[in-house]
Nanobody
């Protein structure tokens, strides 16, 4: 069984920083693309940032460009989201997403973490 577990959420004042982590565990053959999404109260889940398997390609939502940085450590099957210059509108539950090929079955699947709350408030 494959799992994604996020950590690093919390409360911070505007202008502050947080670093989210998401580790994939279980019967994993390979972790392909990874990314972060977020969902604010009363809103739909939206894309935040994504990173390719090699880490050589990244993309960001316009709302976070220049403030957030996504990275990964393939040796640890972990993706990170460094969030700087946080704004109140960044408040949301942040979800990790990954395309993972299980070591048990021959096909890849789309997996989600349980979410971690980020609150930006003075």
């Amino acid at each position: 069984q494959v799992q994604l577990v996020e950590s690093g959420g919390g409360s911070v004042q505007p202008g502050g920083s947080l670093r989210l982590s998401c580790a994939a565990s279980g019967s994993i053959f390979r972790v392909y693309s990874m990314g972060w999404f977020r969902q604010a109260p009363g809103k739909e889940r939206e894309f935040v940032a994504g990173i390719s398997w090699s880490g050589g390609s990244t993309n960001y939502a316009d709302s976070v460009k220049g403030r957030f940085t996504i990275s990964r450590d393939n040796a640890k099957n972990t993706v990170y989201l460094q969030m700087n210059s946080l704004k109140p509108e960044d408040t949301a539950v942040y979800y990790c997403n990954a395309e993972i090929r299980s070591a048990v079955v021959s096909s890849s699947g789309d997996y989600w973490g349980q979410g971690t709350q980020v609150t930006v408030s003075s």
